[in-house]
């Protein structure tokens, strides 16, 4: 895998939209948005600040732990996420592609 600066764009990645990913409680997923974007460093940042380590609700209950083993997915609040299947260069930054949940 390649490794990409911190100053490296992460095109469709809303920091803003997180949490217990609705599909399978116990993974963790970040919002999904092609209005938005993020950093490298800054999806770092928000991963080691307001997610290693702490516990989120699930969406229909229960206390989730989200550790470095917890899967992170791409979704929006309510739907079923999507696992990140490649990182493709676009536009002098990355872009994640995705396939759903359901299809593995």
Do not use: H, Q
């Not at 490794?3 to 809303?14: A, C, L, R, S």
């Not at 080691?48 to 609700?57: A, D, N, W």
Request: net charge negative; aromatic share 14%; hydrophobic share 35%.
């Amino acid at each position: 895998m390649e490794v990409y600066p911190k100053e490296t764009t992460i095109y469709g990645v809303d920091l803003d939209d997180f949490g217990s990913e609705r599909g399978s409680y116990d993974r963790f997923y970040i919002g999904m948005n092609n209005e938005s974007s993020c950093t490298v460093g800054g999806l770092i940042i928000f991963l080691e600040t307001k997610v290693i380590g702490r516990v989120f609700e699930g969406y229909k209950g229960g206390d989730f732990r989200m550790d470095l083993d917890t899967p992170i997915l791409i979704s929006t609040y309510g739907s079923v996420g999507e696992f990140i299947v490649d990182i493709k260069k676009v536009d002098g930054g990355i872009k994640f592609y995705s396939i759903s949940a359901w299809d593995i």
